[in-house]
């Protein structure tokens, strides 16, 4: 088993900055894929940003989050923060080993981005 512990967060005023940290321990054999997800209130779960063997982003946040991990953790910076980016963010990583590997996801953050 592979635990996650999410921190970071937070409420935030539009146009500034926060940043989450997810950090995995336990059983690791290789964190292949770390990444974020996010959720709104009413909302399917929606990829904000991953890094497989390359980092993608969500149109929305291009330009304005940035992601990026060690061994064990991964980080997103966000930056000039809008009211719609608001939501419960989760990250998200998958532990392999030889060719199988296991999804585990955080707790989640609640993200809010108001005036």
């Known amino acids: 088993q592979v635990q996650l512990v999410e921190s970071g967060g937070g409420l935030v005023q539009p146009g500034g900055s926060l940043g989450l940290s997810c950090a995995a321990s336990?059983?690791?054999?290789?964190?292949?894929?770390m990444g974020w997800y996010r959720q709104a209130a009413g909302k399917e779960r929606e990829l904000v940003a991953i890094?497989?063997?390359s980092t993608n982003y969500a149109d929305s946040v291009k330009g304005r989050f940035t992601i990026s991990r060690n061994k064990t953790t991964v980080y997103l910076q966000m930056n000039d923060l809008k009211p719609e980016d608001t939501a419960v963010y989760y990250c998200?990583?998958?532990?392999?080993?030889?060719?199988?590997?296991?999804?585990?996801w955080g707790q989640g953050t609640q993200v809010t981005v108001s005036s």
């Open positions: 336990g059983s690791i054999f290789r964190i292949s894929v």
């Open positions: 998200y990583v998958r532990n392999s080993r030889d060719t199988t590997w296991t999804a585990y």
């Open positions: 890094i497989t063997g």
